[in-house]
């Protein structure tokens, strides 16, 4: 088994920046990529950045490239997800996801899930 815990969430301003963490323990060796999703109210859960474990490889969603980072410290087997120039659309709880297969963009090919923290961007 895999945990991931999320930490970093809050309220900002529109334009702020906050760094989200994502911290596995467990058979962290059993996991290739570590992606960031996203649901608000009322909308279905969806896709942000994803990095695969060695940290080589990144996908952003179109609407966070340019503005997310997403990068990983291998020392603390800890994943972030940097994000400026944040947008009220951006509000949402943010939750972490650990692949064992492959970097992906689809939800259902994560097989461990965090607890998610909430993000409020105020305009």
């Known amino acids: 088994q895999v945990q991931l815990v999320e930490s970093g969430g809050g309220l900002v301003q529109a334009g702020g920046s906050l760094r989200l963490s994502c911290a596995a323990s467990g058979r962290t060796f059993s996991i290739v990529a570590v992606g960031w999703f996203r649901q608000a109210p009322g909308k279905e859960r969806e896709f942000v950045a994803a990095i695969n474990w060695s940290g080589g490889l990144t996908d952003y969603a179109d609407s966070v490239k340019g503005r997310f980072t997403i990068s990983k410290d291998n020392a603390k087997n800890t994943v972030y997800l940097q994000m400026n120039s944040l947008k009220a659309e951006d509000t949402a709880v943010y939750y972490c996801?650990?692949?064992?297969?492959?970097?992906?963009?689809?939800?259902?090919?994560?097989?461990?899930w965090g607890q998610g923290t909430q993000v409020t961007v105020s305009s």
């Open positions: 996801a650990a692949a064992r297969w492959r970097l992906s963009r689809a939800a259902n090919e994560y097989d461990y």
